[in-house]
């Protein structure tokens, strides 16, 4: 294997250029940067005085395509020296070749025989699925789809899809109902306008008798009654009077505040001992049951006020009528109580008895597990309404598939018939392909056995074939050599399109990596080197040849038919992006390696990439003129035309001609200069690939550039693109 070049003095390597390349090496530049000659370098460094190779072992055969190959081999004679690979000749095997070629030719026959009736019986089976089908929807479909409509649901679209749902419910044992019936149901069923309700919230009324029951209610809350003063008040009943009175005392200066008489000290102290901490203590314990009384019942009055504003949510579902009722009740009979409890306040030496309000909470609590209970009940008709939609679906294709039954069984019939003629013919031909795939594979062991030029060139003929190249093909002529003759027999050479004339020789160069001009050295170690196997105008074979090269790529990885290293060198991108495609591969093999050529002021070099450096034209336009110091000045106007084009014509279809009058002076000869071309509709770049040079540049084009952006109102563009360069 090469493991480094070393070339100088060799244009356009005009410096010291050397490279080590891998096993696998892609290398690409533009036309002129110095492929072809880094070619003939590897080819043969003897003809370079100043060029050299290095091998990490032994020198190896090198076999190179390029237009030397093709012009040695093809174009200095009409014959073509043949390729020999391992075999051997004798008469016996060529006698039982040709008997096997007898065989496969009637094998052959046999097997067009059953494809075209298997065709046949294919076709016949779409014809009557379509006729039955059209039927079914003209006669059925139509006449019940107002009636049927929800069951039709996603398969009115097509006949084929109702005929299929038709299909598959030939066994549906679902009630078979009179379409009267099905009717009704119908309208019923598919007509009830009902929806699902949450549960309706509930109150918690649990300690409601702990707030409305107090003993302090029912004591009589008086003074001291072991002295004198106080058996006169116990007497007359009147220490809600009297404490009313010793309240007005303590402001009214020993004044009796009823009949404005002098009261001596004596009396003052007996009335104040009289109402002592015991009765304070009762008093606050009446105050506390009355703000607790209040708190809680005001808030559970709340709590239903706010129930009741879910009416909406409920209506037509829930009577919220008796609910408002109890609401009504509930506010009035807390009113009621809290009046009592402020007259106890008022009054201490009353009893009273606060009026329940149990008995209407336990009307509450009943009254919203009714609400609940409805729904249920109505959420549970729901889900049965979704089943029984269900079922009457179910009914429904039970009775269109009873109208349309004998039709169903007359298409089953007929396509079981001949789908058991498919798969019985499909066993033929599978019987028919082994026994003829075995014919041609000993044919082709025996073939290798005898003459090796004949084995080259039927290779050739056979892959020509199976890429639509049938025009032409190579034959055998004197001993040892091949000629390009057309289907009559007349030489084709002369004659053959670029694109056939291309892939003929590539595929000749092909089998060469596999065999040799002598008999022997056949299997050889070597390395081979591709030079540009397809031009700009060979897309019709672009795909194969690159797919070619991947095959002896995977050679060369994995060491197969002695190839220890390759050179791939292209101008063209598609080519490029063919041969270096990954395919199921996760990433590149370390044993692959991308190399670009670049030419800067006549001068060349060849520069390891790290990676694909294959990128979008778009792209790879803009990074032309990213740094001006390194922009071509030869190249420089056409790729400003282009970007322009692609922006403005192919994206936004705008007219930025128009901007040449907003220029002035030189601004506007260049201006003009960049769109001129643009117009003739020749130059414009579609999203294919291309690769980038770093080029010198000229400062007016670009600053004109982007002043076109500028007028045009798209400086944001411009800016992005150059990634803040401006």
Known sequence: MISKILIKNKAPYTELTEFEPTEVNYIFGANGAGKTILSKIITDPTEFTDCELFWNSSQLEILTYNKEFVKRNFAQSKDIKGIFSLGMNSIEISTKINKLKSDADNINFLITNHKNILEKLTQDIVQLKEETSLKVWNNIKKKYEESFKPAYTGFMGSQLSFFEKCLNEKNNTSNLLSFEKLQDKCTKIFAKSIKKYDLFPHVDFFDVID????????????????????????????????????????????????????????????????????????????????????????????????????????EGLIDFNIFNELIKKFTKRISENLFLIETKIKAPSKKIKLKSISEIVNQIEIVIKNFNTDITKNNTLVDNIKREKEILINEIWRFVVNEIRVDIDLYLRKTNGLSKGIVNLQEKLSKKNLDLKLCFEEIYDLETKISTVSTSVKEINRILTGFGFNNFQLAESTMGYYRVLREDGSEAKETLSEGEYN????????????????????????????????SSLDSNVLFIVSNLVKIIR?????????????????????????????????????????????????????????????????????????????????????????????????????????????????????????????????????????????????????????EIFKKMGHHEHYKMMMKGKS
């Open 503 to 534: 892939f003929i020789t590539f595929l000749y160069f092909y089998y060469l990596i596999r065999g040799s001009f002598e008999n022997n050295g056949i299997i050889k170690d070597k390395v081979i080197v591709i030079d540009d196997p397809i």
């Open 211 to 314: 707030n409305e029951v107090s003993t302090i209610l029912e004591t009589i809350i008086v003074g001291k009654k072991d002295i004198k003063f106080g058996e006169l008040i116990e007497k007359l009943k009147n220490s809600d009077w009297v404490k009313e009175g010793h309240e007005l005392l303590k402001i009214s200066s020993s004044v009796c505040p009823f009949c404005q008489q002098s009261i001596n000290a004596n009396l003052a102290s007996e009335i104040e001992s009289f109402f002592d901490e015991t009765y304070e203590l009762q008093k606050q314990e009446l105050n506390t049951f009355h703000l607790n009384y209040k708190d809680y019942f005001l808030k559970k009055n709340s709590e239903l006020e706010n129930l009741y504003l879910l009416y909406e949510k409920y």
């Open 554 to 706: 995977q050679n060369c990885l994995e060491n197969v038919n002695g190839i220890k290293q390759l050179f791939v060198l292209t101008h063209n991108v598609y080519f490029h992006k063919e041969v270096t495609f990954l395919g199921s591969r996760e990433k590149t093999s370390n044993k692959e390696t991308f190399w670009v050529i670049k030419k800067l002021y006549k001068k060349s070099e060849i520069i390891k990439m790290s990676e694909n450096p294959i990128k979008t034209t778009y792209e790879l336009l803009w990074r032309e003129i990213q740094d001006n110091e390194k922009t071509n000045p030869a190249t420089i106007h056409n790729t400003l035309r282009r970007i322009l084009e692609y922006y403005f014509n192919i994206i936004g279809g705008l007219k930025y001609e128009d901007c040449i009058n907003k220029f002035e002076d030189e601004g506007k000869i260049i201006c003009k200069s960049l769109v001129s071309w643009i117009n003739d509709g020749s130059h414009f770049i579609n999203d294919d690939l291309f690769i980038f040079d770093d080029n010198g540049g000229i400062e007016k084009y670009i600053v004109v550039f982007e």
